[in-house]
């Protein structure tokens, strides 16, 4: 798989049927290893080891309702009260940011309320701060660090 531009974690890998799977530490259980797959992992590992989120705030892949319409995200970090603290859009290193991208994580949070957002493809990353009272965002450096 191709090299991201997070620092290298360690994951664990094993071959069945001629694929490759990657074990998920969220999910727990090995999964198909795609290139949107190998940046999601690389999140959950970046979420974990360098901004402190504790596994059980963490989760991933999972179904929403938009307009009546079943989508699925990547990966939500929780408040501590439930609450969405983090909404992420992973993409494979082969596909550009583009605004059809923000749009998709912007229409997902108008379900979620995220305070901040991010979207990535593993080798550019984006994040921003929402602002619901003035309906608007702020683009930022990175994303907060965890605070007890």
Request: one cysteine or more; charged letters at 25%; a positive charge.
């Amino acid at each position: 798989m191709q090299k991201l531009n997070f620092i290298p974690y360690n994951f664990r890998f094993k071959n069945s049927e001629n694929k490759i799977y990657i074990f998920d530490i969220i999910r727990k259980k090995f999964v198909v290893l795609q290139p949107e797959e190998w940046v999601r992992q690389h999140v959950v590992h970046h979420l974990i080891h360098q901004k402190k989120y504790p596994k059980s705030l963490i989760n991933v892949e999972k179904q929403l309702l938009v307009n009546n319409l079943k989508k699925r995200y990547d990966v939500v970090v929780f408040k501590s009260d439930g609450s969405i603290a983090i909404l992420i859009e992973c993409k494979a290193p082969e596909i550009e940011i583009s605004q059809t991208t923000f749009d998709q994580i912007a229409t997902y949070n108008m379900q979620l309320d995220a305070s901040f957002l991010m979207v990535t493809n593993g080798l550019h990353h984006f994040y921003c701060k929402i602002n619901s009272a003035d309906n608007n965002y702020v683009f930022l450096h990175d994303i907060p660090d965890f605070n007890r």
